[in-house]
């Protein structure tokens, strides 16, 4: 049997982190100054305020990744989820997607936001699947690329 565990965010993990984010945003859209932001700066951006970087790791090898990031009390952005793509079609989505819910509900969250496009329907039948729901996105986004925010109440 193949062991899958999922692993927190490490120093020497970042470079994997960049790399599956970087290779996921080429693929399908473009690396917008926000995304070089967060993904160089990780642990100011995302770890120092509170938030967390998960891998999904086999043999040592890094599969997949996903961040939470604070955006305030008790409320995350589910973001930066890349999986090799390599490996898509696996499941190793679902496996970081749950993942991410089971942590939020152990820490008594309110509720994971996301930010996403359309044009990426695999992606958002998965969150539908999880229990998300689409709300409106505010004006101002920071990230060009995204036409749809969801939601899970927690």
């Not at 305020?49 to 043999?59: S, Y």
């Not at 090799?84 to 309110?110: E, M, N, P, V």
Request: hydrophobic letters at 40%; charged letters at 25%.
């Amino acid at each position: 049997m193949i062991k899958l565990s999922v692993s927190p965010y490490h120093q020497n993990l970042k470079k994997d982190f960049v790399r599956l984010n970087i290779d996921w945003l080429e693929e399908f859209f473009f690396v917008e100054p926000v995304d070089e932001m967060v993904l160089n700066q990780c642990e100011q951006k995302i770890i120092a305020p509170g938030g967390h970087i998960f891998f999904l790791i086999r043999d040592n090898t890094v599969l997949g990744t996903v961040a939470l990031m604070k955006t305030s009390e008790g409320v995350f952005e589910l973001t930066k989820m890349s999986v090799d793509k390599t490996l898509r079609g696996k499941g190793y989505g679902k496996i970081l997607l749950q993942h991410c819910i089971d942590f939020a509900k152990s820490r008594s969250w309110k509720k994971l936001i996301l930010y996403s496009n359309t044009k990426l329907e695999n992606a958002i039948h998965l969150y539908q699947k999880f229990g998300f729901c689409e709300i409106p996105v505010e004006a101002g986004c920071v990230y060009e690329r995204c036409n749809i925010k969801m939601e899970l109440l927690i």
